[in-house]
């Protein structure tokens, strides 16, 4: 993932750019199946490798397929923002529990009152199903209100773009 994080960097066609970001995306689904996170994977699959790829491409149709290189200042200062963002989100991280150390707080608190209580509270027998169902449902609505809200702002901004190249071309 992190070759395939440097080629987008360094790429400027952009139909190339696209679609290794969503080999990137489904790469990473399958890294979320592989520490049982199917829901999760679920989701960057449709979102990340679908949806977003088929957005993507829509709007290459309408812009060029390479990019405009300008190189100035703002390129130094952007690739430092990138890195002092990669670093406070790296430091964010290293109080974390490991991966799967049953001393984690998750599974001291969270994971024992899912497993006794959930079956009385939501009435199914299924642990995953209820987590799924009912106390991530809240969760789930809120992603779907983010990437509707997502598509509807992409779709605004190309709408706009071409009601002022059409209004533009009336005025000759």
């Known amino acids: 993932m992190a070759v ?5 960097a360094r790429l400027r066609n952009l139909f190339a750019v ?13 890294i979320y199946v592989i520490m049982d996170a199917v829901d999760v994977a679920f989701t960057e699959a449709a979102v990340g490798a679908g949806i977003s790829t088929v957005l993507m491409v829509g709007t290459l149709a309408l812009t060029t397929h390479v990019e405009k290189v300008t190189p100035d200042a703002s390129t130094i200062a952007s690739g430092l923002l990138v890195l002092l963002t990669g670093g ?14 049953p001393k984690a707080p998750v599974h001291q608190h969270v994971a024992p009152r899912y497993l006794q209580e959930s079956g009385k509270e939501v009435g199914l027998p299924n642990v995953v199903t209820s987590v799924l169902a009912s106390y991530r449902g809240f969760d789930t609505l809120g992603e779907v209100f983010v990437i509707f809200t997502a598509a509807a702002g ?19």
């Not at 696209?18 to 399958?30: N, P, Q, R």
């Not at 406070?88 to 150390?101: A, E």
């Open 4 to 8: 395939l994080g440097i080629a987008i």
């Open 18 to 30: 696209v679609m290794l970001t969503g080999i990137f995306s489904l790469l990473g689904a399958a």
């Open 88 to 101: 406070v989100l790296i430091y964010g991280t290293l109080d974390m529990p490991r991966y799967g150390d």
């Open 154 to 172: 992409v779709l605004a901004i190309l709408g706009r773009s071409r009601r002022s190249r059409r209004n533009d071309g009336d005025d000759a």
